[in-house]
């Protein structure tokens, strides 16, 4: 998702209709697979828009098919409907957009009961699938829906070979989330068909491969576990299966598959007028006597984490069905603290109760809107305080590892949006940025490796970018990868991939990162990192374009170009062993050496203002003044950490800003107020001035013609011809020096004619 966002924070200043649609469609899908389907919509409306508008069909029509799956979901079936046969319209010329289109409009069919309209859905997909051409990975996708609709008109053999045959399809392509699917279909068609053992079998296989599984897959899993609970003979442990999975669907908001779920809750539990039941006091029993369903309770927990909400109200349902809790409430605390219940179950005469209740309230989010906090008043007894006090420490890891897990993702991904800055293409300003550009452009359209030197931070991504944007695999994959991402040991499947089960815990196949960049650029960074075992494999691949992945007997042909960086000095490893001189020699074929900031600091002004305008677009805000001050900190200051570190230091110093408000020096770092201090000291005669060494040589002339001018005029108290007699110029040549280098007297706040070289006036300096 935040690489769409950066996608199209880069379209403010460049808007095109076409690649906003675009981007909108992969916003709205990111967001429906996670759950946010009210976002998902209006990502998906947006984008219909901007498609329309830009005439781009295919766009268009995903926009249409995407609204039309988006609010059937959300249960707002006439508007599916609407869409769907308006994507009709527009698909005529597409068989496989209408394929999935009448996919949709099955599924349609089956959340409101109409089975034979679905029946008839499925004559005319088979029409258009009849042709070996049309044999897709789409019809895939329709065996899911297909075996859904086998089921609910009861022909459960059929439903197995559909299931059947969609494992077979998925198991070689590693989709573990499209084969867990396919299993739960298996498991119900085997219920259906009165082999609950095989269908136990079945189960079994699909809740192995529901580890990080969006939560519409998981209650689906759940609901099938239900209804086989039920067939078993265990009502108790299947009424609680479907309390939690019509809880998680109403917090996804799927309404077709709680449809689904609530039908199928009251034919496998419907009562018998010769028994009496209480499921409410079954469903306790249960809980207390099965380590099973208290286990599954407590998992349930860490696997609904990612939404608090569902994470509170699923704490809720475990305290009431156990009875353990006098009474507890879900909360959502104001900034200000203010608090309003969201969910509770019980009651207390008197609203202080909660503040001396003896468990601490469970905080399980904070975010802009404030905090999300569950109370509970357990009840007096021990066991049942003990038990209290456990479950909310449940919920409470849950809660903190959901954020770790979150942080992590985005500290430990490949490819970090972080680590890359924005394109910086007409903000290369300096000779030496334009000598590296150049160089660049011409390497780009060979097939030849190409090493890029830089110190950390300068900018070695982006030149990559550059050189895959300009190449002959443009149209294919840019992948970064960072040598350092990865330990060590991972370092070779990474890069090569492996085969399920070539070592303990490969479950499944994996490419690996270099047959991931097939037909594109790979860039590698930190190339000076990579361990010695590794890098004869490097070699290998770099001569033949064959890899090797762990577990295979044969090679692997790829087509990828290769861009290494480091910043390393790769002289040195090599002298130590520590690096292949022959890989080196092969890496070295086209060097680029992109030189610090400290080393072009006429690129500062331009790289602030572009920071500045990335930070205040994303805090939604105006771009704000930078005093002179600031802008001589950070011309004085050397950058270590090169672009990098000047973005973050503006990013702080624009968000430490009030909207409107100017960037001033005391919202500056302390390392960049030094600066100034060493940078630019003068003597205490005021006579002399340091100027660095390690800077190109017109920079520091024009630092010391600047530094004598404004001395001279000082001392001659404004006197353009006294301070030119001083430096022994002539006046014409004074004012030509001080127009070009932006230097004005005291009391002087605009240009005046008298400034031209050309005017004979005798100066005076400005009276009061």
């Given at each position: 998702m935040r690489?769409f966002?950066?996608?199209?924070?880069?379209?403010?200043?460049?808007?095109?209709l076409?690649l906003s649609?675009f981007?909108g469609v992969g916003v709205?899908c990111?967001?429906?697979?996670?759950g946010?389907l009210?976002?998902?919509?209006?990502?998906?409306q947006?984008a219909?828009?901007?498609?329309?508008?830009s005439?781009?069909?295919?766009?268009l029509?995903a926009?249409?098919?995407?609204l039309g799956?988006i609010?059937l979901q959300?249960?707002?079936?006439?508007?599916?409907?609407?869409y769907i046969a308006?994507?009709l319209?527009f698909?005529g010329?597409?068989?496989?957009?209408q394929?999935?289109?009448?996919?949709?409009?099955?599924?349609?069919?089956l959340?409101?009961?109409?089975?034979?309209?679905?029946?008839?859905?499925?004559a005319?997909?088979d029409?258009?699938?009849?042709?070996?051409t049309?044999?897709?990975?789409?019809?895939?996708?329709?065996?899911?829906?297909?075996a859904?609709?086998?089921?609910?008109?009861?022909?459960?053999?059929e439903?197995?070979?559909v299931?059947d045959h969609?494992?077979?399809?998925v198991t070689?392509?590693s989709?573990?989330?499209?084969r867990?699917?396919?299993?739960?279909?298996?498991?119900?068609?085997?219920?259906?068909?009165g082999?609950?053992?095989?269908?136990?079998?079945?189960?079994?296989?699909a809740l192995?491969l529901?580890?990080d599984?969006?939560?519409?897959?998981?209650?689906?899993?759940?609901?099938v576990?239900?209804?086989l609970?039920?067939?078993?003979?265990?009502p108790a442990?299947?009424?609680?299966?479907?309390?939690?999975?019509v809880?998680?669907l109403?917090?996804v908001?799927?309404?077709?598959?709680?449809?689904?779920?609530?039908?199928?809750?009251?034919?496998?539990l419907?009562?018998?007028?010769?028994?009496?039941?209480?499921?409410?006091?079954?469903?306790a029993?249960?809980?207390r006597?099965?380590?099973t369903?208290?286990l599954?309770?407590?998992a349930h927990?860490f696997?609904?984490?990612?939404?608090?909400a569902?994470?509170?109200?699923?704490?809720l349902?475990?305290?009431e069905?156990?009875?353990?809790?006098?009474?507890?409430?879900?909360?959502?605390?104001?900034?200000?603290?203010?608090p309003?219940t969201?969910?509770?179950i019980g009651?207390?005469a008197d609203?202080?109760?909660w503040?001396?209740?003896?468990?601490?309230?469970v905080p399980?989010?904070r975010?802009?809107?404030?905090?999300l906090?569950?109370e509970?008043?357990?009840?007096?007894?021990?066991?049942?305080?003990?038990?209290?006090?456990?479950?909310?420490?449940?919920a409470?890891?849950a809660a903190r590892?959901d954020?770790?897990a979150?942080?992590?993702?985005l500290?430990?991904?490949?490819w970090?949006i972080e680590?890359q800055?924005?394109d910086t293409?007409?903000?290369f300003?300096?000779?030496?940025?334009?000598?590296v550009?150049?160089?660049?452009?011409?390497?780009?359209?060979?097939?030849?490796?190409?090493?890029?030197?830089?110190?950390?931070?300068?900018?070695k991504e982006?030149?990559?970018?550059?050189?895959?944007?300009?190449?002959?695999?443009s149209?294919g994959?840019f992948?970064?990868f960072?040598?350092?991402?990865?330990?060590?040991?991972?370092?070779?499947s990474q890069?090569?991939?492996?085969r399920?089960?070539?070592f303990?815990?490969?479950?499944?196949?994996?490419p690996?990162v270099?047959?991931?960049?097939?037909?594109?650029?790979?860039?590698?960074?930190e190339?000076?990192?990579?361990?010695?075992?590794?890098?004869?494999k490097?070699?290998r691949f770099?001569?033949?374009g064959?890899?090797?992945?762990?577990?295979?007997?044969q090679?692997?042909?790829?087509?990828v170009?290769?861009?290494?960086a480091?910043?390393?000095?790769l002289?040195?490893l090599?002298?130590a062993?520590?690096f292949?001189?022959?890989l080196y020699?092969?890496l070295?074929?086209?060097?680029?050496?992109?030189?610090?900031l400290?080393e072009?600091p006429?690129e500062?002004?331009?790289l602030?203002?572009?920071?500045?305008r990335?930070q205040?677009?994303?805090?939604?805000?105006p771009v704000?003044?930078?005093?002179?001050e600031?802008m001589?900190?950070?011309?004085?200051?050397?950058?270590?950490?090169n672009v990098?570190?000047?973005?973050n230091?503006?990013?702080?110093?624009?968000s430490?800003?009030?909207p409107?408000e100017?960037?001033t020096?005391?919202?500056?770092?302390?390392?960049?107020?030094?600066?100034?201090?060493?940078?630019?000291?003068?003597?205490?005669?005021?006579?002399?001035?340091?100027?660095?060494?390690n800077?190109?040589?017109n920079?520091?002339?024009?630092?010391?013609?600047r530094?004598?001018?404004a001395?001279a005029?000082?001392a001659?108290r404004g006197s353009?011809?006294?301070?030119?007699r001083?430096l022994?110029?002539?006046?014409?040549?004074?004012?030509?020096?001080?127009?070009?280098?932006?230097?004005?007297r005291d009391?002087e706040?605009r240009?005046s004619p008298?400034?031209?070289?050309?005017a004979?006036i005798?100066?005076?300096?400005?009276?009061s």
């Amino acid at each position: 998702m935040r690489h769409f966002l950066a996608a199209r924070d880069l379209l403010i200043g460049s808007p095109n209709l076409v690649l906003s649609a675009f981007i909108g469609v992969g916003v709205c899908c990111v967001a429906a697979l996670d759950g946010s389907l009210e976002e998902a919509l209006s990502e998906a409306q947006t984008a219909l828009l901007d498609a329309e508008r830009s005439g781009q069909a295919r766009t268009l029509i995903a926009c249409i098919g995407n609204l039309g799956l988006i609010t059937l979901q959300l249960g707002r079936f006439d508007e599916a409907r609407k869409y769907i046969a308006r994507g009709l319209e527009f698909s005529g010329h597409l068989p496989q957009v209408q394929i999935s289109l009448l996919d949709t409009s099955a599924q349609l069919c089956l959340a409101e009961g109409d089975v034979e309209g679905a029946g008839e859905l499925f004559a005319r997909i088979d029409a258009l699938a009849s042709e070996p051409t049309r044999k897709t990975w789409n019809l895939v996708n329709i065996s899911l829906t297909r075996a859904r609709y086998l089921l609910r008109v009861g022909r459960p053999d059929e439903a197995l070979r559909v299931a059947d045959h969609g494992i077979a399809e998925v198991t070689p392509r590693s989709d573990r989330l499209m084969r867990a699917q396919f299993q739960s279909l298996r498991t119900q068609a085997l219920i259906g068909a009165g082999r609950t053992d095989e269908a136990s079998k079945a189960l079994i296989t699909a809740l192995t491969l529901l580890d990080d599984a969006p939560l519409g897959v998981l209650a689906d899993a759940e609901r099938v576990r239900s209804k086989l609970l039920a067939e078993l003979g265990q009502p108790a442990a299947a009424e609680l299966g479907f309390q939690r999975t019509v809880r998680i669907l109403r917090s996804v908001r799927d309404v077709p598959a709680l449809r689904e779920a609530e039908r199928e809750h009251a034919a496998a539990l419907q009562p018998t007028a010769a028994v009496e039941t209480d499921p409410a006091r079954d469903a306790a029993s249960a809980l207390r006597s099965s380590g099973t369903e208290m286990l599954t309770a407590a998992a349930h927990l860490f696997a609904t984490a990612s939404r608090p909400a569902l994470l509170g109200e699923e704490t809720l349902a475990l305290l009431e069905t156990l009875g353990v809790a006098h009474a507890a409430r879900l909360v959502r605390r104001s900034p200000r603290g203010v608090p309003r219940t969201v969910q509770s179950i019980g009651a207390v005469a008197d609203e202080r109760a909660w503040k001396r209740s003896s468990v601490p309230a469970v905080p399980l989010r904070r975010d802009h809107d404030g905090a999300l906090e569950l109370e509970v008043i357990p009840h007096d007894t021990l066991e049942d305080h003990t038990s209290v006090v456990s479950l909310c420490r449940l919920a409470r890891a849950a809660a903190r590892l959901d954020a770790a897990a979150r942080e992590e993702r985005l500290r430990s991904s490949l490819w970090p949006i972080e680590e890359q800055l924005a394109d910086t293409r007409g903000i290369f300003i300096a000779p030496a940025m334009h000598e590296v550009l150049d160089g660049a452009r011409r390497m780009a359209p060979t097939d030849l490796p190409v090493l890029l030197l830089g110190e950390t931070g300068t900018g070695k991504e982006v030149i990559a970018r550059e050189i895959h944007r300009l190449s002959n695999c443009s149209s294919g994959p840019f992948v970064p990868f960072n040598c350092t991402a990865v330990s060590r040991d991972m370092l070779d499947s990474q890069l090569f991939g492996y085969r399920r089960g070539a070592f303990t815990g490969a479950q499944e196949d994996f490419p690996g990162v270099i047959r991931g960049a097939d037909g594109g650029t790979l860039f590698l960074d930190e190339i000076g990192e990579m361990t010695a075992e590794i890098q004869p494999k490097l070699l290998r691949f770099l001569e033949s374009g064959e890899i090797h992945p762990l577990g295979r007997t044969q090679p692997v042909a790829t087509n990828v170009r290769v861009i290494a960086a480091t910043n390393a000095p790769l002289n040195e490893l090599l002298r130590a062993g520590r690096f292949r001189e022959d890989l080196y020699y092969r890496l070295n074929v086209c060097r680029i050496i992109i030189p610090p900031l400290r080393e072009r600091p006429e690129e500062i002004p331009a790289l602030v203002q572009h920071f500045a305008r990335v930070q205040t677009t994303e805090l939604r805000r105006p771009v704000p003044a930078l005093s002179d001050e600031v802008m001589e900190y950070f011309l004085l200051y050397d950058w270590p950490g090169n672009v990098r570190q000047l973005a973050n230091e503006v990013r702080r110093a624009v968000s430490l800003s009030a909207p409107g408000e100017t960037v001033t020096p005391d919202m500056l770092t302390p390392e960049i107020l030094e600066a100034r201090k060493t940078g630019a000291a003068r003597a205490a005669g005021g006579h002399e001035v340091r100027l660095r060494l390690n800077q190109p040589l017109n920079h520091a002339i024009e630092q010391l013609e600047r530094a004598m001018i404004a001395h001279a005029l000082e001392a001659s108290r404004g006197s353009f011809a006294a301070a030119a007699r001083q430096l022994g110029v002539t006046r014409r040549g004074f004012l030509m020096k001080r127009r070009r280098l932006g230097i004005k007297r005291d009391g002087e706040d605009r240009w005046s004619p008298l400034d031209e070289p050309s005017a004979e006036i005798a100066d005076e300096p400005p009276t009061s």
